[in-house]
């Protein structure tokens, strides 16, 4: 799991686009994207890392904190093949990191 959030301040979603300003080498914060539509898919209503144009098939694309441990949380309803909406959530620390100042995805 990686912590980007941790290092992350006033991180926030714009349509598809996370939006952070993230700690570099220097101990500055510097502004970094990722479109999340790049690296989420649905999978019959589940998000699915790897895959791209989750908000294809998408309402409700919401960001925020959840938890004791505060991660990035995406939710979203997406549609699977039936057409039916499904709640959906993922764990953007799962695989998203800070990497010089900069998002990566692992």
Known sequence: MSDF?????DTHLDGTVLKARLINPDGEHQDATINLDDILGNNEGTFAWG???FSGSAEDIKFDFEGEDHHPALRARLFNSEGEAVDAVVNLAERLGNQNGGFYFE
């Open 5 to 9: 959030h941790t290092s992350a301040e």
């Open 51 to 53: 895959g791209s144009g």
